[in-house]
């Protein structure tokens, strides 16, 4: 009789009968991945790139502290101009809400922001919110954000609220800047509505005058917008800075355009000094409530079209 025949040795993992054998070790079965997943074990998500490590980053950031410095420091300088300025001060029927700057701190206040408002103001929220994603990509390191992995939409997420909110503290932070520099300089007192030199108590002032803050901060909406979607499709934070400022320089040459009639009003310019008619003894809040309604619409177009050319872009730097 001979030996039985030895079965032949497995070389594909298979076993002697034509089934798969067990791959089982040891330690527990064999996984594709590190959790049901396939993700490494303890990532998740909504942990990636947090809001405080954001807000750091950015207030490291020199251009962050510039710029907060020249919104501190220019109603001091506003100040000085005034008190050692050869122009003497207005009368208190001028038309003119220069001349009834210094009529105390509230008047005061009122001028810093109307004179800042078309352009400083405008350059800051330029700056914080179109220097988000293109900083990162001159720097080559959106790509390893991306890698991390950040989820792209999250990535823009952080970023946006990260610059909205430095972009509400600069607004917020001249106009308080300049009432407390007026109320030291000139004085707490009632303020006096130009051209008709009426008087109101600043008691009754206040309340409005936390809803111009906040109306200026909505006007500028449209700002932040362009610059973060312009923002998502370069490399150069000043392109995307340029392109914003640009944007309200075209505006407002095309807002003294009479001819154009009541197409002015859909210009996101058009509405940003509605603010002084809530000063007025009796406020007439309409163009307020208009230049709302453009500047959210706007914002609420731009930050779509932002999100969904990034979810396309090719990130390559």
Do not use: H
């Not at 980053?57 to 251009?63: A, N, P, S, T």
């Not at 340029?242 to 310019?269: D, H, N, Y």
């Amino acid at each position: 009789m001979s030996p039985a025949k030895r079965p032949a040795p497995d070389l594909t993992g298979q076993a002697p009968g034509g089934g798969r054998a067990a791959a089982v070790s040891q330690d527990g079965p064999d996984r594709r991945g590190d959790d049901a997943g396939g993700r490494a074990p303890g990532y998740a998500p909504g942990r990636t790139l947090p809001l405080r490590v954001e807000f750091v980053r950015q207030l490291r950031r020199r251009r962050t502290m510039a710029m907060f410095g020249v919104l501190l420091a220019l109603p001091w300088v506003l100040v000085v101009a005034f008190q050692f300025g050869p122009a003497g001060r207005g009368g208190q029927g001028s038309l003119r809400l220069s001349d009834l700057a210094t009529a105390g701190g509230l008047n005061f206040a009122a001028f810093a922001l109307s004179v800042s408002a078309n352009f400083l103001l405008v350059v800051a929220v330029a700056l914080f919110c179109g220097d988000t994603v293109a900083s990162e990509a001159s720097w080559s390191s959106l790509r390893y954000l991306l890698a991390a992995p950040v989820p792209r939409d999250r990535l823009l997420r952080q970023k946006l609220v990260v610059a909205l909110a430095y972009s509400a503290a600069a607004v917020t932070v001249l106009p308080l800047m300049a009432l407390l520099a007026g109320t030291l300089a000139f004085g707490w007192n009632d303020i006096t509505v130009p051209g008709t030199g009426e008087v109101i108590p600043a008691a009754d002032v206040l309340p409005k005058f936390a809803v111009v803050i906040g109306y200026a901060l909505v006007s500028q909406l449209v700002v932040a917008a362009v610059a973060f979607l312009l923002s998502v499709g370069t490399d150069s934070p000043l392109g995307a800075v340029g392109g914003a400022v640009g944007l309200v320089i075209v505006s407002s040459i095309l807002q003294a355009v009479e001819a154009l009639g009541s197409l002015r009003e859909f210009l996101p310019t058009f509405w940003n000094a509605a603010w002084l008619d809530a000063l007025a003894p009796e406020p007439d809040y309409s163009g307020m409530v208009k230049g709302v309604a453009v500047s959210v619409t706007y914002s609420v177009v731009l930050v779509a079209l932002a999100f969904r050319r990034f979810r396309r872009r090719d990130v390559v730097s």
